[in-house]
C-alpha cells in the first residue's frame, strides 16, 4: 500500500472526516500513477482484469 505523501496533505487534511483510511490510500495511489511515479496496470481483457480484482480482494 500506498502512505499520504506531503503534497497530498492539504487536501487530505480538509477532508479527513470524508474518507476512511483506504479511500485516502487510494486517493493517493491514483494521483502517483497521474504523475508518473509508479507504473499503471494495463489489462488486455475483462476477465484478466477481475482476475486482479479478485486477487487484491483475497490480500
Known amino acids: 500500500m500506498f502512505d499520504v ?3 497530498n496533505q492539504e487536501f487530505l487534511t480538509r477532508h479527513s472526516n470524508d474518507f476512511n483510511r483506504e479511500t485516502r490510500l487510494a486517493m493517493n495511489e491514483v494521483r502517483l500513477i497521474s504523475e508518473g511515479k509508479i507504473p499503471a496496470k494495463t ?3 475483462v476477465s484478466e ?3 486482479d480484482l479478485n486477487d487484491d480482494a483475497d490480500d
Open 5 to 7: 505523501n506531503e503534497n
Open 43 to 45: 489489462f488486455y481483457s
Open 49 to 51: 482484469l477481475l482476475k
